[in-house]
């Protein structure tokens, strides 16, 4: 089969996009940190505790019921980093990414699989100029997605246009999988740092955020100019 030059995520894979990704990180990062310092913490702490406590009143369910909750939300665009955060402060760094990942995934799953069932043909018809997206993404699989979920766009509208592309299920949740977890482990560290009594602790946790999420985006560079070079070597 004849191997098809994508310019588009070949430059994207290049290097510069991700400084220019790096650069939007770390202001996003820094708002939220600036954030957690300047808004009133108190009342910040007194609301973690109530949800938490009208959470534990499912018993066993509470996860189920957040992850449900978080999915909902995710499928109509609420941002990822508020619900993660959310999930730290309820469930701790370890289950709270678990669930949040779970729930985001499944409500990212559910928009990607409305837009293929019922308008991407009739869309595709009204926007012919999406085929050379298509065409950009179609042969990439994962790596495509994975590239994707690096941008700095809401996650909604990153899965409307993965479900109009030709990218497999399998591709969408893998590379959803791995690209979410820059912004979910530091949101899940954040969130369980907020509900800190110790105000040395939540600038551990508030540190680890920031390292967690400058190391996972590195390696999830380094996955993605990894994989770039093992299609062109065999390409």
């Excluded at 980093?81 to 995934?105: D, E, I, K, P, Y």
């Excluded at 050379?132 to 979920?149: C, P, S």
């Excluded at 939540?202 to 999830?220: C, S």
Aim: net charge positive.
């Amino acid at each position: 089969m004849q191997h098809i030059q994508n310019p588009g995520l070949d430059n994207a894979t290049a290097g510069k996009p991700f400084g220019l990704l790096g650069a939007l990180s770390l202001l996003l990062m820094l708002a939220l940190g600036l954030a957690v310092f300047f808004l009133p913490l108190k009342s910040w702490l007194a609301e973690g505790q109530s949800i938490k406590a009208y959470i534990a009143q499912f018993g066993i369910w509470a996860p189920a019921v957040f992850a449900a909750a978080a999915g909902v939300l995710s499928a109509v665009g609420a941002p990822r980093v508020v619900l993660c955060s959310l999930a730290g402060m309820l469930f701790g760094v370890a289950w709270g990414l678990a669930w949040s990942q779970v729930g985001t995934l499944l409500g990212a799953y559910a928009t990607f699989v409305g837009v293929r069932a019922f308008g991407r043909e009739p869309i595709l018809r009204r926007y012919p100029q999406l085929d050379r997206y298509n065409a950009m993404v179609g042969g990439r699989g994962y790596l495509a997605v994975l590239l994707i979920r690096q941008l700095p766009m809401n996650g909604f509208h990153n899965n409307l246009l993965l479900g109009l592309s030709p990218v497999r299920h399998r591709h969408f949740l893998l590379g959803s999988l791995i690209g979410y977890l820059p912004m979910g482990v530091t949101g899940v560290l954040i969130g369980a740092g907020v509900v800190q009594t110790d105000p040395t602790r939540l600038i551990q946790y508030a540190t680890a955020g920031l390292v967690a999420f400058f190391l996972l985006g590195w390696a999830v560079k380094r996955l993605v100019f990894a994989a770039r070079r093992e299609e062109a070597g065999g390409s």
